[in-house]
């Protein structure tokens, strides 16, 4: 399995953004898959997983109702729509699948497959 992450930019606060995955080889052989995001001197943090078999989703308390979390089983593409975006959403913003089931959300750890970051600044 191959990640690409993409969107990444310079925003402002109260702006928007729409993070792209691409999962080559992905198709059905994975358990969950979703986005992490590590600032600067700060620890990894899950921000929005989604779980392939029922669409069960999960968010970082701090990007509920701002961010969605969407797949697109067709293209093998996942998104990460922002909005309303934060001085504080600041990070590398990095891809991830766990193909086993055993990862941790809230981490990261034992996601096995991570794409390149793509970097989110939210700057006046």
């Known amino acids: 399995v191959q990640l690409q992450a993409s969107g990444g930019g310079l925003a402002q606060p109260g702006d928007s953004l729409r993070l792209s995955c691409t999962a080559s080889g992905l198709t059905s052989d994975y358990y969950a898959i979703g986005w992490f995001r590590q600032a600067p001197g700060k620890k990894r943090q899950g921000v929005s997983i989604i779980r392939r078999s029922d669409d069960h989703t999960y968010y970082l308390e701090s990007v509920k109702g701002r961010f969605t979390i969407a797949k697109d089983n067709a293209n093998d593409t996942l998104y990460l729509q922002m909005n309303n975006l934060k001085p504080e959403d600041t990070a590398v913003y990095y891809c991830?699948?766990?193909?086993?089931?055993?990862?941790?959300?809230?981490?990261?750890?034992?996601?096995?497959?991570w794409g390149q970051g793509t970097l989110v600044t939210v700057s006046a």
């Open positions: 991830a699948a766990d193909r086993i089931g055993m990862g941790n959300w809230v981490t990261g750890s034992q996601f096995d497959s």
